[in-house]
């Protein structure tokens, strides 16, 4: 098991780091992306602030968080 101390990692463990910075902020990029593009596409339709709000969360949920959990009424 390796340290959680990077300084004792060499240089194998800097450029795995740098990769998964890289690899984070590309991955960033593209979802800023894609999120421009369908804000853009909901403006053209005319939509409203909260709808293109709405669209987007339910987009963002539905392709990262997964099935919605459902929540007991509480009382």
């Known amino acids: 098991m390796?340290?959680?101390?990077?300084?004792?990692?060499?240089d194998d463990?800097?450029?795995q780091l740098a990769y998964m910075r890289q690899r984070f902020a590309d991955e960033l990029e593209l979802l800023d992306a894609e999120t421009k593009r369908l804000v853009d596409a909901a403006d053209a339709r005319g939509m409203s602030d909260d709808a293109v709000r709405r669209l987007i969360e339910t987009r963002l949920n539905r392709e990262f968080v997964g099935k919605r959990r459902r929540c007991r009424p509480s009382g």
Not at 2 to 10: K, M, N
């Open 2 to 10: 390796q340290s959680p101390d990077p300084r004792l990692w060499g």
């Open 13 to 15: 463990g800097e450029s």
